[in-house]
């Protein structure tokens, strides 16, 4: 597997010519810059929500999932962290163009 890049909470490796897998981390990002701390489990919470939306909007908006599932990531030739690290943090995606999307909440008092 071939290493791509790591942006500010995931990395991201090649499998092949149409698939990627992503680990989420737990490192920490404000303002566009990675922190010196983690916080534990916040990846794994980060692709389990990432996980829901894909699949409860995928009827409206097709997307690169492919799966979380544990059997499926076993088979992939990982030898980075351990299996209990990247149980519940690893996801398997098909190659696609990114269509750049930000949602912004603002509050006002």
């Not at 692709?47 to 059997?71: C, G, K, R, Y």
């Not at 690290?85 to 999307?101: C, E, H, P, W």
Request: proline share 4%.
């Amino acid at each position: 597997m071939k290493y791509l890049c790591s942006g500010k909470v995931r990395d991201i490796y090649e499998l092949d010519n149409s698939c990627l897998v992503f680990i989420t981390t737990d490192r920490i990002s404000a303002y566009d810059h990675i922190l010196p701390n983690n916080i534990l489990g916040k990846g794994k919470v980060l692709t389990q929500m990432s996980i829901f939306w894909m699949e409860f909007l995928s009827d409206i908006v097709p997307n690169h999932f492919i799966s979380a599932n544990e059997a499926d990531i076993r088979k992939i030739p990982l030898n980075i962290g351990t299996p209990d690290y990247l149980k519940d943090r690893t996801m398997l995606v098909q190659k696609a163009n990114m269509f750049d999307i930000e949602c912004i909440r603002l509050i006002r008092k």
